[in-house]
């Protein structure tokens, strides 16, 4: 059984500030992605992130930087110089690959809601 | 680029009616997924398709039905609203090979 947990309900940081919002995961896949999706108070999703599990590459785009360690399931966000644009609730997901049915679906966690204070 | 469109945003059904959601996928994108988002709630999976077969159930009530039509497109019906099925509904899609998925706006659904 696939889980995701963000025990991070919300976080508020003051603009500037660093934040790092943390993802654990459960799977007993041995191929699995990982994702992390922002989702503004207008509701869209939006997509941030996919990473492999065979890829534990640290990757930066911006001020975004995502922390993989396999070794303790983790999936870390980071934003640096945080805006009041970032404000927004955080999902971290986990998929398997799609099985011979072509089709396989997201687990979530429950989100981190941040608040980026001006 | 294209995205994947949800129709309608916004709905506002009373209880016991019946609500129809709809789903166009990216071109090429043969595969479709549903999700509910309740109000401060992860989104939850309700059910996929691929090439226009469900593949896939979660936690769907029997109320809801939903389809894949030839286009692709998808339709999420929903009959005898009860006001626990207000909620933000998503469809996403993707390409069997291609590991993303890509979501809607989502359709708003209220029920009063």
């Avoid at chain 2, 709905?11 to 129809?20: F, N, P, Q, V």
């Amino acid at each position: 059984a696939q889980k995701v947990t963000q025990a991070q309900t919300e976080i508020s940081v003051v603009e500037k500030e660093d934040v790092t919002l943390d993802c654990v995961y459960e799977t007993r896949d041995t191929t699995y992605y990982l994702f992390w999706y922002k989702q503004p108070p207008s509701g869209e999703l939006v997509f941030l992130i996919r990473r492999n599990s065979f890829d534990e590459q640290n990757e930066i785009s911006g001020r975004y930087s995502w922390n993989f360690q396999k070794s303790t399931s983790s999936f870390n966000f980071t934003i640096t110089a945080s805006q009041v644009v970032d404000s927004a609730v955080y999902f971290c997901a986990l998929s398997a690959p799609p099985d011979q049915t072509g089709a396989n679906n997201l687990f979530f966690g429950t989100g981190t809601r941040l608040t980026v204070i001006p | 680029a294209a995205g994947v469109i949800q129709s309608p945003r916004h709905l506002i059904k009373e209880k016991r009616e019946t609500a129809t959601l709809k789903c166009y996928p990216i071109p090429r994108h043969d595969t479709v997924y549903w999700y509910q988002q309740g109000p401060g709630q992860d989104p939850q999976f309700l059910i996929s398709f691929y090439e226009k077969m469900q593949s896939d159930k979660g936690s769907i009530p029997d109320r809801f039905s939903a389809q894949q039509f030839s286009d692709y497109h998808s339709e999420l019906n929903m009959s005898s609203l009860e006001l626990g099925d207000s909620a933000l509904y998503f469809c996403a899609s993707s390409r069997q090979g291609f590991y993303g998925y890509t979501f809607g706006s989502g359709t708003r659904l209220t029920v009063v």
